[in-house]
């Protein structure tokens, strides 16, 4: 009952190879097959392919905020010397692995080294060989 004439013939592999190549909107999508925004979303939605912004990683700036931040300045000295505030310099230490604020973890680390001695010592000469 609820189909009036024919559906409307759409190149549905061509949007969902246009979709996964990336680099296109919803609606360069929508304008270059003649379909609606949603029926572009609902094809990439069925299909697995996400569409909108592809996040991107500052890689220069990572490292150099985690070498400030190494080098014993606090968080908001090297938002200063960055230009960025304290909590996205905590967000990319963070994200590169450099623990922030030790102290926090000083009771942990003190339970390991009471608890499980062999795993806090292979633990340090990791660190160590790292350094070096």
């Known amino acids: 009952m609820g189909n009036r004439g024919p559906k409307p013939r759409f190149d549905i592999n061509g949007i969902v190879a246009d979709a996964r190549t990336g680099g296109v909107t919803r609606r360069q999508l929508a304008d270059r097959y003649g379909c609606s925004l949603p029926y572009v979303s609902l094809l990439c939605r069925q299909a697995g392919v996400r569409l909108g912004r592809i996040p991107t990683r500052d890689l220069e700036k990572e490292r150099v905020v985690t070498e400030l931040y190494l080098s014993g300045l606090s968080q908001e000295q090297v938002g200063a010397n960055v230009g960025i505030t304290k909590q996205r310099v905590s967000q990319l230490l963070q ?27 292979e633990g340090v000469d990791t660190l160590k060989r790292r350094r070096a």
């Open 95 to 121: 994200r590169a692995g450099v623990l922030v604020n030790p102290a926090r973890y000083a009771e942990m680390v003190d339970w390991l080294r009471r608890e499980h001695p062999e795993v806090y010592t």
